[in-house]
Each structure stands twice: as C-alpha cells, then as structure tokens.
C-alpha cells in the first residue's frame, strides 16, 4: 500500500476519532509505551532444550507443521523474525526447560543464570526485556501429577530448590536488562478423579510457596507471579492450585496473580475479573490466550473476548498495572506467523480501546443515559480504526496490513523449508 494512500486515510480518520473527543496521536503514543511478552514455546512446540522427554502434565501441542525450532540459535532465529514484523518494541518470556548448558545434564533443582546467559546477550542486542517460567512439567519428579503439594518431602523440596533456582534466573534477567522480570509458577498438580483429600494438597502447598519465596529479591529486578486454573488433563476432578486458592495467596503475601484467557469456564472471560481482583493485588499478568471448548491455546486472534480484556484495562486505567503476555501454541500452521498473528491481534485490541471515546460513554452511564451508551457503543464499531492501525504500522517500520504473510513465507522458503 502507498505511503501517501495510508497517510491520507490516516488524515481521514484522526478527523472522526477527533469528532468524539478522541486524539489518534495520544492514543499511538501510549501503544508504544506497551510492551507484550511473547512466549518462546510457540517456535517449537514446547519441546525445549532439556531432552527430557515427551510433554507431561496435561500440556500437549497438536500438528506436525515443517519447520520447528530445535535448537536455541534456531528459536532465536525465528523469535527475531517475528519480532522484525511487530509495531513497537516487546518482551521474550522463557521457561526453565530452555537452558543452555553446553550439552551437560543439568536437573531442575541447578538451573542457574549462566544457562540462559546466550538468551540474556540476544535479548540485549535486541534491546527487549526477558521474562521467566518455572517449569514443573515433563519431569519424571512430576509424572505422578503432583509438584510443589507432593506427600513425598524430597520430592517437594526438589521443586522448591527449582523455584527458587528460576527466582535468582529471573532477579539475573532483572539486573541485566534494567526492567523487571516477571517470573510465572503455574503447576498441574491435581487428581483426575474424585478426591477425598482436598484440604491437605493445598496446605502443602501453601508451605512451599513459602518456601520459594522466602528468599528476598528487589522487586526493582523480579516480581513473582502465580497461576491458577479451572481443570486440566489429568486433573479434571480436582486442581490443587486453583484460581481461588491463587487470589488468596496472592492477596495475602503480596504476589501478583497470573489470570489465563484459557484457565476458566468456556463461558466466562476474564475481562470481568480484572476489575475485580485488582481492587485488592497491586499487579497482575495476563496470559492471553484462545481457548476453544477448553484450555486448548489457540492462537489468539481479534475476537471479543480480546477485544473486551483491551478495553477492560484501558477504561480502568489498569496498564500501568498490568504484565501482558502471550500463551498459545499451535502446531498446525507456520510457527512464526502464529506469533505475529497474535501478537498482532492483541496489539489491536489495545489499540482499538485506546481509540475509544471513553469519557463520552462513561458521561452517558453516569447521568443515566443508557440509550445513548448502547448506541455510541454500536456506531464506534465501524469507526476507521484501520486506517489508524494501518499508519501506526508504517510509522514503527512494519509491513502494513498482510504484506507480513509475504515475509514468513519468504522466510519459510529460505530458512524453516531447510531444517
């Protein structure tokens, strides 16, 4: 598309958007400040560079699609592409299962900085910020189902050791890049069927997340983060670190809490909670995600469930407080265009918030007005919004509309077609 042909829609629309009392430049500037953090288990499928095995605890990516990453300098490889095609500068979030430890056999309780030392060096030639998982999955400490609320007491002080060894990588993340790691902890611990016991597991668990977070780290460099969920495959019947017993820790000791699109009922979003839970936590990360029927980790795409987490944190000024980052992985499609997808889409959907003549709705709601709310809610969707996204990527040096799906498919040809 013509550079002169973008700027005159954009000119176009900044004049409708001004109409309502909303200015396009104001809401461009404040997307920039947004950084996602993309999630690296996309490019290969969640298979990481431990050589431990097959996934375990309910975690599974369908499709064989050519072109995995299988090495860390190929994931790089990938990860930067997808980045090269983002408007704005974003994160990269690691799991512990992605060391690099020069082919030597390093256990979940010995991670350490010095593994992810490469990642550290890319991400600062970059000049983008990482972000940290534990990972208690695909462990042979973890294929019974239960981690950190195991009965047996080494096997729940090897994953506390783990925790607090992915705490000290995230703080060396932290002091490397000058920004905060969030470092998530989300286990699958729980039981597939009916569960006598309910009381004990958790107690367990309480005793060590104590544990792991015992040690004390400036938030300046590291924030912990903790996640819950509904279900889970071989944990249908009960989940050990549920959503309410995570609202609680996290309320209690002062953790941000982890909320993930896919982790709920089929039928709530989580755009509600948001609101909710933070009245009483000072931070929270989000997990965007796409789950269809249930925590499937679709890609995530501009529906409205995204759309309404976007307007969710902007009309309650929740940016500043919130660590967004993705969490899906299909393995069905090219790799790299999964994460521009949706890393584009969720890019959309702030934008699309921060586009929103906010203060005429809420003056509409407040004075009782609610004729006038549903119906300015109805003719803003077919506002100009993308000859805005349109300008928005031309000015951040991105290919404009699908000219992005012409450069994957040069890279697939040139670099994945050949793995």
């Known amino acids: 598309m013509a550079t002169a042909t973008i700027e005159q829609a954009y000119v176009s629309a900044k004049e409708r958007y001004a109409a309502l009392g909303v200015n396009t430049d104001e809401a461009m500037k404040q997307l920039r400040k947004i950084a996602v953090s993309i999630h690296c288990w996309q490019g290969d499928d969640v298979a990481g560079f431990e050589r431990a095995g097959e996934l375990s605890g309910g975690i599974m990516a369908t499709g064989n699609y050519p072109g995995r990453a299988h090495t860390p300098d190929e994931l790089r490889a990938d990860a930067g592409k997808a980045l090269s095609l983002l408007p704005g500068k974003h994160r990269f979030r690691l799991h512990a299962i992605y060391l690099q430890s020069g082919g030597r056999k390093v256990d ?27 990972t208690f999955f695909s462990h042979p400490k973890a294929a019974d189902g239960f981690t950190l609320s195991h009965r047996d007491e080494g096997i729940r002080k090897f994953w506390v050791a783990h925790g607090i060894a992915c705490r000290k990588i995230g703080a060396a993340f932290g002091r490397r890049q000058g920004t905060p790691c969030v470092t998530n902890v989300w286990i699958p611990d729980g039981a597939k069927d009916l569960t006598i016991d309910r009381k004990g597991p958790r107690e367990i668990l309480v005793k060590s997340l104590d544990e792991m977070f015992a040690p004390a780290i400036d938030p300046k460099y590291h924030l912990d983060s903790i996640e819950g969920k509904l279900f889970g495959i071989g944990s ?52 965007v995600s796409r ?34 980052g993705l969490d899906f ?5 090219n790799r790299v265009a999964a994460w521009v997808i949706g890393t584009r889409a969720t890019i959309k959907s702030l934008l699309l918030a921060l586009l929103e003549p906010t203060a005429k709705l809420r003056q ?17 969707k077919t506002l100009p919004f993308g000859a805005v996204w349109d300008y928005y990527c031309q000015t951040e040096g991105v290919p404009v509309g699908p000219a992005w799906i012409d450069e994957v498919k040069r890279y697939e040809k040139d670099v994945l077609s050949k793995r």
Not at 112 to 120: L, S
Not at 297 to 323: F, Q
């Open 108 to 134: 979940r309780d010995q991670v350490a900085p010095e593994h992810f030392q490469r990642w550290m060096d890319w991400a600062a030639e970059l000049g983008i910020g990482l972000d940290f998982n534990s």
């Open 236 to 287: 249908e019947s009960y989940v050990i670190g549920s959503h309410e017993f995570y609202l609680g820790y996290a309320v209690a000791k002062k953790k941000l809490l982890t909320l993930d699109a896919g982790h709920f009922h089929p039928t709530e979003t989580i755009a509600d909670k948001l609101s909710a839970v933070l009245c009483f936590v000072d931070e929270i990360l989000l997990h």
């Open 291 to 324: 789950g269809v029927r249930w925590d499937s980790d679709h890609v995530v795409i501009l529906n409205d469930d995204l759309k309404a987490i976007g307007e969710e944190l902007v009309r309650g000024g929740y940016l500043s407080r919130t660590h967004i």
């Open 329 to 333: 992985f299909d393995a069905s499609i």
């Open 364 to 380: 509409f709601e407040l004075s009782g007005d609610y004729t006038s709310r549903l119906a300015m809610l109805e003719e803003i």
